[in-house]
């Protein structure tokens, strides 16, 4: 007979948990510093007390949902192997080449493993060529092929990158933002292979067939436990819906009397510059500094790989790509968080210069 655990365990399991999850937010509330969603909101706030001005927080507009897979992946010409007389290639390598493309498996690959057939036949079909010249028909055959194949290399590799399950994680929006303390080997690894994969992919470019396409599966791993795009875009807006909240509540005291008069200092003049100093330029400055740090060493890398084959990119992701990668232009996400960032400065250092106590004054 199996024995299976009392009521009362369970209640008390239940219990130890509620217990552990009360005392988790509790130190949470105590400490508003260490999540950059509770420090954000506690600079809101303690910006309106110290100005003696009401507020209540406004909610942060959500960051789009990454486009799904299936408006992604473009549709692969296919290479019509009723015109090649596959059976007399038995003199070349091409022929073991495209029957694993016919064979069942070869039907079914995935987006990367399309890519590397398509550069491997590429490859023997230019190494076919030279034994073909007793067949000029066989030889004109295979090279409108291998030409086919080159011209729908574009889209071979966008699938390849863009049209894959493994580059979802990486823009999910399910892991908040950008942590106050990121890991920066992780962020250092998505960087080292981007850059390796520009490498390959302009060597490609310039009709260089002999590339190592081997580290795609490690890089698209990678991708898969990583979240750093999406948690960079959720930073990018949760700071620019701040600061513009900060910048206003400013703005209205000083549309109101000065916090100074003839620039001499007064006991709410030091609480403000204190809560100033003390929460935005120790801790929300760091912060920002942080996500600008990630923006400048991702957004570009990641920009170009959508950009270089700009001319196969699906409608769907041009909305996408536009506000969340490009980093000027009216929709752009990093161009809003620009502004916001000048803005929020700006009505600081005219608040503060009321008093003398304007930073870098």
């Given at each position: ?15 130890r948990?509620?217990?552990i ?10 400490q ?9 909101d ?18 942060v ?11 992604r ?9 009723d ?32 890519l ?11 190494d076919?060529?030279?034994k ?60 080292g ?39 960079l875009?959720?930073?990018?807006r949760l ?24 620039k ?5 003049a ?17 912060y ?7 923006r400048?060493?991702?957004l570009?890398p ?9 001319t ?10 536009a ?15 620009d ?7 700006q009505?600081?250092q ?12």
């Amino acid at each position: 007979m199996t024995a299976t655990g009392s009521p009362w365990s369970n209640k008390t399991a239940m219990i130890r948990f509620l217990a552990i999850l009360a005392l988790a937010l509790l130190a949470s509330a105590c400490q508003p510093f260490s999540e950059p969603a509770s420090m954000l909101d506690t600079y809101v706030e303690r910006v309106a007390r110290v100005l003696d001005v009401n507020h209540e927080l406004r909610d942060v507009p959500p960051v789009a949902l990454f486009p799904r897979r299936r408006t992604r992946r473009l549709e692969v010409p296919e290479l019509d192997m009723d015109m090649l007389d596959f059976l007399s290639l038995h003199r070349c390598r091409l022929q073991e080449v495209v029957g694993e493309r016919n064979s069942g498996l070869g039907r079914v690959m995935q987006p990367v493993n399309v890519l590397r057939y398509d550069v491997r036949f590429i490859r023997a079909a230019a190494d076919c060529l030279p034994k073909l010249g007793d067949d000029p028909a066989l030889a004109s055959q295979v090279r409108q092929a291998r030409n086919a194949k080159i011209d729908g290399l574009s889209i071979s590799t966008w699938n390849a990158i863009w049209g894959t399950e493994a580059i979802e994680p990486l823009f999910t929006r399910t892991r908040g933002p950008l942590p106050i303390q990121p890991d920066r080997e992780e962020t250092r690894r998505l960087v080292g292979h981007l850059e390796r994969l520009h490498q390959q992919l302009d060597r490609l470019a310039s009709g260089q067939w002999q590339v190592d396409l081997t580290f795609l599966g490690e890089m698209q791993q990678q991708w898969q436990n990583s979240h750093r795009l999406g948690q960079l875009f959720l930073s990018a807006r949760l700071l620019t819906t701040r600061l513009n909240e900060a910048a206003d509540l400013v703005e209205q005291r000083l549309s109101g009397a000065p916090l100074c008069l003839n620039k001499k200092t007064n006991p709410q003049a030091d609480i403000v510059r204190k809560m100033f100093f003390s929460v935005y330029a120790e801790k929300v400055q760091s912060y920002m500094a942080t996500v600008d740090r990630n923006r400048r060493q991702l957004l570009p890398p990641v920009r170009r790989l959508a950009e270089r084959h700009e001319t196969v990119m699906p409608h769907s992701l041009r909305p996408y790509v536009a506000r969340y990668l490009a980093e000027s232009g009216s929709d752009s996400l990093w161009q809003s968080l620009d502004r916001a960032t000048t803005r929020h400065t700006q009505v600081w250092q005219e608040l503060l210069a009321q008093c003398g106590m304007r930073p870098g004054g």
